[in-house]
């Protein structure tokens, strides 16, 4: 199988909620990277597809958190596959900092940025 993920992803657990419109939903986060998001939801996620999902998490022992808007690429029963659309200055410095200590290669992580600003340019 051909690997088509242009960002390093990391083994990252911590409780999420998503937001959309008037619902919420508590989720638990598997993976994440630069670019997206894996979570799981011990409910049945009801969900729209087509619409935008402000998910919100903090970072262990910290009081930071990190809020981003993100576009929903699949649900698989609990499972939900998210790309992130939109992340504040604040948010992406603090999401870059838990990669970069997490994926233990350099390189990686500016290849990950490399990509992440060449999406920036052609959306």
């Not at 619902?23 to 638990?28: D, E, I, M, P, V």
């Not at 992130?84 to 990686?108: K, M």
Request: charged share 25%; net charge negative; with cysteine.
């Amino acid at each position: 199988m051909i690997e088509k993920r242009r960002f390093s992803r990391i083994l990252y657990q911590a409780p999420a909620t998503l937001s959309q419109g008037d619902k919420q939903l508590s989720t638990c986060i598997q993976d994440l990277s630069l670019h997206g998001l894996l979570l799981w939801s011990e409910d049945e996620p009801d969900l729209d597809t087509h619409a935008l999902v402000d998910v919100v998490f903090s970072l262990p022992e910290s009081d930071v958190t990190i809020s981003l808007s993100a576009k929903i690429i699949s649900i698989q029963e609990r499972i939900i596959r998210m790309a992130i659309s939109h992340i504040d200055i604040e948010s992406i410095a603090h999401l870059r900092r838990l990669v970069e200590l997490n994926v233990g290669d350099d390189s990686l992580l500016h290849r990950d940025l490399e990509h992440l600003s060449d999406l920036g340019l052609h959306e």
